[in-house]
């Protein structure tokens, strides 16, 4: 495989990917060295300005910040701006822009959605919810326990730990945290690519009302993103055409009613998004999963589905737009930078 080069150019501006990185190298603070190891690879000379493209993961503030010192510090001329695809709400020591719905066009998901042969509006729901969890995490595990001990597999998808060969020297703790359920958890196999991961076709997973989405950021994860960023997980919902829920980090659920998106605060109560406490929020959000299965049968939720119709397309249309956009959008941001 032909590694991604790290730099590119803007408008003649430097532009660096900061996401091909080894962040266990930049966690332990020798950012600096690898740096300059990755500039004599690719034969680049830095001028007066570089910009730092963080928009494919959740690269934060907490990671970034050591990031830009470092170099500033050795290139005292040289000026660092910084596109994120986190919320960022502080003043920084250097110029940024965020990029919150970035990940509308990864991997081409929706191209793949709207090339399905699906007549979405008459589809018959026969699920009350789907929670596909792909990495494993303790976190993760948690509320996955939570959700098989409450509800079993009957009327819902559930999957946890799906990525094979991954943190195997870890999953006898993960076990543990699960038993007596058994890993992985999976609704159509081992997830070994992103054509499986990103490009589903079985009909299963469009017949759920709900989508419990498990972000990528977490509180407590040490392998995690700790700042909000939204990533494909969530827009999906909304290409799927279903009602979302967040198992995320508080704020989560602002986050996206912003973009535009109607989240059905009629139908979901989401005060989970108002509580810190990761293990007072799950809880909560577990006792809302609870209430709106209770409330609703599968034939109450077709029914609500075709009334609910033209706010599930009005998403879909904004959606559409954020990913038609997404090219112009991250141009209009990186010369926006490039000028500040």
């Known amino acids: 495989m032909v590694p991604i080069p790290r730099f590119g150019y803007f408008n003649r501006v430097l532009v660096y990917n900061a996401w091909n990185n080894d962040f266990e190298i930049i966690r332990q603070g020798n950012f600096l060295e690898l740096f300059q190891s990755q500039l004599a690879e690719e034969n680049i000379t ?55 719905t970035h990940m509308v066009a990864h991997c ?70 699960m038993h007596p359920y058994t890993l992985p958890i999976t609704v159509d196999g081992e997830i070994e690519d992103d054509r499986k991961q990103h490009f589903h076709t079985d009909e299963r997973f469009f017949k759920c009302f709900f989508n419990i989405v498990s972000e990528t950021s977490s509180q407590s994860d040490d392998d995690s993103w700790t700042q909000m960023f939204i990533t494909e997980k969530t827009f999906k919902a909304f290409a799927y055409r279903q009602l979302p829920l967040w198992n995320a980090i508080p704020g989560t659920v602002q986050t996206v009613r ?27 959000l577990l006792n809302e999963i609870k209430r709106i299965c209770k409330k609703y049968t599968i034939d109450d939720l077709n029914i609500l589905r075709k009334e609910l119709w033209p706010r599930i397309s009005n998403n879909m249309m904004l959606l559409s737009t954020y990913e038609r956009e997404h090219p112009m959008t991250k141009n209009s941001l990186l010369i926006k930078l490039i000028n500040k």
């Open 46 to 100: 830095l001028n007066d300005t570089i910009i730092f493209d963080c928009t494919n993961e959740g690269i934060g503030t907490d990671t970034m910040n050591g990031m830009v010192a470092d170099i500033q510090n050795f290139y005292p001329n040289l000026e660092v701006k910084v596109l994120f695809n986190v919320v960022v709400n502080e003043s920084l020591d250097y110029k940024f822009e965020t990029f919150p």
């Open 108 to 177: 081409r998901f929706l191209s793949h959605v709207n090339n399905l042969k699906i007549d979405w509006k008459d589809l018959v729901i026969d699920r009350h919810f789907i929670s596909l969890q792909r990495r494993i995490s303790v976190s993760r595990l948690k509320f996955t326990r939570m959700l098989l001990d409450t509800f079993g597999t009957n009327s819902n998808l559930i999957s946890c730990a799906t990525q094979p060969n991954r943190w195997a020297n870890d999953l006898p703790v993960y076990k543990n945290i």
């Open 258 to 284: 912003d973009m535009g998106f109607d989240v059905f605060d009629d139908i979901v109560d989401h005060s989970y998004d108002n509580i810190i406490n990761e293990d007072e929020r799950r809880i909560q």
